[in-house]
């Protein structure tokens, strides 16, 4: 099944076909061979997170969490990763990845969420100006 699920979300993107999904942001950067960091294990393990943060804030050596973090992250899902990035190297040439970062990554599979303009332009302050002025009409007509 974890081949299945690399390939097709592979080719999903190689076709640019948004999946709608969402996964955490540290996923997104293992898949751009990015660093991962603390942040990025609140999203997977709240407690470890916070435990590690607390150790740090006593002036403890950053590398030796950088270590558990990464360890911590992958151990869970090696098997699956691994296989998704294979699929991913299989299908998507490195040279296009290297320009992005994980947010876009991230936008790319996930896809927008869908907007409601009408809400948006309710419920946006228009400071200095109001909702009728023409170069705020202007903006709503090409959103």
Same mark, same amino acid.
């Given at each position: 099944h974890v081949e299945f699920i690399q390939r097709y979300l592979s080719l999903t993107m190689a076709h640019q076909q =948004? *999946?709608?999904? /969402? *996964?955490a942001i540290s996923s997104y950067k293992m898949i751009l061979r990015r660093e991962v960091i603390l942040s990025n294990l609140e999203s997977i393990d709240m407690d *470890? $997170?916070? /435990?590690?943060? !607390?150790?740090l804030e006593n002036n403890t050596? /950053? !590398?030796? $969490?950088?270590?558990i973090i990464e360890y911590h992250i992958l151990c869970h899902i090696h098997e699956q990763f #691994?296989? @998704? !990035? #294979?699929?991913? #190297? +299989? @299908?998507? =040439?490195? +040279?296009l990845t290297k320009a992005s970062d994980e947010h876009g990554l991230k936008l790319f599979i996930g896809s927008m969420p869908d907007i409601n303009v009408n809400d948006w332009m309710k419920l946006t302050d228009y400071c200095k100006y109001e909702m009728n002025n023409n170069g705020i009409q202007q903006l709503w007509q090409i959103i």
């Open positions: =948004p *999946l709608g999904v /969402d *996964l *470890l $997170f916070h /435990d590690i943060t !607390l150790i050596t /950053d !590398l030796i $969490f950088k270590i #691994s296989a @998704l !990035l #294979s699929g991913y #190297s +299989e @299908l998507i =040439p490195q +040279e």
